[in-house]
């Protein structure tokens, strides 16, 4: 079956950049989705790239697709303290309807 | 408009009771998810509903799970006999009927089972 896999933590200073990776297993993925976590709360769509794109931006976030190695990464440009989160990468494949997640990054901003 | 809720925000019961969850879709969205997240883990998909057609019930993981859906509006999932291992959020996402649309997520219910 499919499966996603992220670090567990990641650390940046204030101001830094951060790069949150992830792998995935399904060659027949079609979209692939980064959601934001915070402490109590639900889950946040914050961006998500369909599979014939390599690289799609939005205001501090950079998501870049290597389809061959499936590989996905996001990247937040001048982290603040208000990212620190939990971040999940998500896959949707065309035969499913449902999202396979990874098991999520810790990031913390340190100030 | 207003987003996905769910209600209640904590449920706490005891071993051996049932618990009924509820989840308000976004209004116009055909497609209803059940996902539960565990302590420190990824999400697992539980159910899917696509508007009036047979729901997907290959993530439930046991006869104790099941879950409704009236038409286009609210799910509730019900988890009969609870068991410590059933604690988790478990959290509602609605999607538009469209393929390439994305899910969106409630604040999801926090079920802990003493």
């Known amino acids: 079956g499919e499966d996603v896999e992220q670090s567990l933590f990641l650390s940046v200073r204030e101001g830094d950049s951060s790069v949150i990776n992830c792998t995935y297993t399904d060659s027949s993925s079609t979209y692939l989705y980064w959601y934001k976590q915070e402490p109590g709360a639900g889950l946040q769509l914050l961006t998500y790239i369909f599979s014939n794109m390599d690289m799609k931006q939005d205001q501090r976030l950079t998501v870049l697709l290597n389809k061959k190695d499936k590989h996905l990464s996001l990247r937040i440009a001048d982290t603040q303290t208000g990212d620190s989160a939990i971040y999940f990468c998500a896959e949707r494949s065309g035969s499913a309807r449902q999202l396979t997640f990874g098991s999520g990054t810790q990031l913390t901003v340190l100030p | 408009g207003a987003g996905v809720s769910q209600s209640p925000s904590n449920k706490v019961t005891e071993k051996g009771k049932d618990v009924e969850l509820r989840c308000d879709p976004i209004?116009?969205?055909?497609?209803l998810y059940w996902y539960r997240q565990r302590l420190g883990q990824g999400l697992e998909f539980l159910i899917y509903f696509q508007g009036n057609s047979a729901p997907d019930k290959s993530g439930l993981p046991s006869d104790r799970f099941s879950a409704e859906r009236t038409g286009e509006s609210v799910s509730t999932l019900t988890i009969q006999r609870t068991q410590q291992e059933d604690s988790a959020v478990y959290l509602c996402?609605?999607?538009?009927?469209?393929?390439?649309?994305?899910?969106?997520f409630g604040p999801g219910t926090r079920l802990t089972v003493l």
């Open positions: 209004s116009g969205h055909t497609a």
């Open positions: 996402a609605s999607r538009e009927a469209s393929g390439g649309s994305s899910q969106y």
